[in-house]
């Protein structure tokens, strides 16, 4: 026992004694009074009375050196963590089960940073969140401090498992176990400390109320003392994660501090006595779920970052409280995609404690409220009700629905739980039956994250499920953290359209085919329409070729029924050299297809790309456009054209053969149909005939090379990239 206890001293000047986790250091005196002890102890044990007696008048004057500080210590666990996080997500499960399994022992508070991506609370208290990480130097998620410290290899004796020489880092929480935090725990402090928390009527202030005993014989003193105050929503779960990762349960985050992340000033605590500290301050409206707030109080000193005690109130029941929520979505899918219709339903619940009598709900398509429904009644705690509103004909490709609570009891009572405010958002797709132009040109530069908004992918795959984000939009960055081109078409954009056959196993997925359909384009008009569209890909390694597949195919009835237009699969649709590793465009790697729809001008069409996997490597589509284009053989002259190189950097050269001597003229246009150089007319004679396009005054991007004379022209497509 006096073995055990010695171990935590760690430096004993004549008085006082701290206490840490650190190697021990010693005094004679200490060392005096524990022999000392230690010999009571042995005389004691062979009944050697008379001796015990002597001994006994000097072990108990010792006493006071040997037990300073004898608080039972609460571990301050503090961890930065992020919604957007990938190692976060992966640590914070196991991490999160050890903590609750030892309340009794630890207080914990979540601080979520911003990075490396969205997080929902780190919009909404970034000051005093990241300003605490500053304090600690923290430089990467997810980090946990425990009592001020990052832990290693050497902390408890090698009790962790953070394995830094293997790769690993300093309070990393996958280091965390059972045994180092009975060794934290296990470290005593001179002080005792106790925190209340009372709630207002309306939850709109809570008053907190600190004491912090000095247990000691001798004054506490810091160099730089703080009593910080943190409010923490004890539990917060999501109905989908709010971030880029699958994490959507959140447990003790911090959502205020009071005054603010600096703390308050604490004095000298002098021997025995206690030091009490009141504060009242707003509740942020910013709170998810009123009834999970609770409050924790540390003491720390600022100069070593040493947190000498914690302490933690419990979640209060919010008396009469009112908690309105959903059961669920229970709207039926249209049936059919054009000219597709809704009746939006859903069940409404009283999960509070007071009866529900009035409530508006909203009805909302794409986050716009399509209507507003007034519930008037007497819905009973733990009752529920179905709301039915209007028919609503879907006008959007991707109809996002969402229902919410926007009043309950005319606004009077607290509805102490907000995330159950809004249902989970469906998607509905629908095509629409007026066509949306004459052309379609979709260059994919606008979507980030998302599906096409001129087009309907069906089925809708969830993330997280096998191939789950084909048909998103994505740029490089949004892929991979390896360097490259852009992988807009060519290189020359940012973004394209991602099939993700590499994640997409027929095997386990259902389905294993998807579809993108675009809105209707008017044809009326033309005499000789075309689809053009960029696509690059290619095979996994192991498959030798890959069986992956992509179709097109075109409707005249509104995506009733299709016509086959284009398909092509393994060997006809790779476009450059297998590899093992997820595969993400370069350049050379585009071709361009263009599809004759001449046959349907002066139709109203629907075109739409069909992925069938066969679990291979990526497909990559992008500048998908309908449009009129002069036929490029009408110069019948020509009986043979060629451009190099293309893509162009400086100068491309044109070489053609001419047939019999023709007057041409030469000009340059980009996709805006703009005209950006000219040529001239010349006078070419007929045989092999050469020219230069100057490619250095032409910006990167897609440009179109036009030779004509007074009724015949010829058009040929090239990239100039710098």
Known sequence: MFTQTISFLVSCTANPCFFSNVNPVFTAEYYLCFNLLQTFLSYSINHQISKMRKLLLIALACAPLLLLGQAQRTVLMEEWTNASCVPCAAQNPAFNVLLNANTDQVVSIKYQWYFPGYDPFQEQNPTEINNRGDYYGLNGVPTAWMDGLAPGDSYAGGAGGWDIAGG?????????????????????????????????ADVTEVTINVTVTNVDTTDFVMADGRLHIALLEAEVIFSSPPGSTDEFEFYDVMRKMYPNENGSAVPTIAAGATWEFSITGAVPSYIYGLNQLRVAAFVQDHTTTEVWQAAVTDVQEIPNAIDAGFVGNLTAAPVG????????????????????????????????????????????????????FSELVLTAANNDLAFVITEVNNGVGVDINSLNNTTPVVTYSALS?????????????????????????????????????????????????????????????????????????????????????????????????????????????????SS??????????????????????????????AIDPFYSPNAPDWVTETIDLSAYAGEEVNIRFNAISGWGNNLFLDNINVSEVVATEELTEVSEITLFPNPAKETMKVSFNLQVAS??????????????????????????????????????????????NADRELNRRFIVQH
């Open 337 to 388: 995609l054009c000219g597709a219709t809704i009746v939006p339903v859903v069940e409404f619940v009283n999960n509070g404690a007071v009866d529900i009598t009035q409530a508006q709900i909203a009805a909302q398509i794409n986050g716009t409220t399509v209507e507003t429904y007034e519930y008037i009644g007497t819905l009973v705690p733990d009752a529920s009700v179905q709301i039915i």
């Open 433 to 545: 039956e007026t066509p949306i132009g004459t052309e379609l040109m979709e260059t994919n530069e606008t979507y980030v994250l998302e599906y096409p908004a001129t087009g309907v992918v069906t089925p809708s795959i969830p993330l997280g499920d096998f191939g789950g984000n084909s048909f998103i939009v994505y740029a490089r960055n949004e892929l991979t953290a390896t360097a490259g081109d852009p992988i807009g078409g060519y290189g020359l954009s940012d973004r394209s359209i991602l099939i993700n056959f590499y994640q997409w196993n027929p095997a386990g997925a259902t389905p294993d085919n998807a579809s993108l359909t675009y809105q209707k384009v008017d044809l009326a008009g033309t005499t000789s329409p075309a689809l053009t569209f960029d696509r690059a890909s290619v095979s996994y390694i192991g498959d030798g070729v």
């Open 548 to 577: 992956d597949r992509l179709q097109v195919l075109i409707s005249t009835d509104c995506a009733a029924t299709f016509t086959l237009l284009w398909d092509a699969q393994g060997t006809a649709l790779n476009t450059a050299a």
């Open 168 to 200: 690993g880092y300093e309070g990393g929480p996958y280091g965390y176990n059972q045994a180092v935090l009975d060794f934290a725990a296990a470290q005593t402090t001179p002080i005792e400390m106790t925190v209340t928390h009372t709630l207002n």
């Open 663 to 708: 007057p041409l003229q030469v000009e340059v246009f980009n996709a805006m149909g703009q005209r950006v150089q000219s040529l001239g007319a010349s006078d070419y004679p007929a045989g092999l005939n050469q020219l230069d396009i100057d490619a250095s005054q032409l910006s990167s991007g897609i440009y179109f090379l036009r030779l004509f």
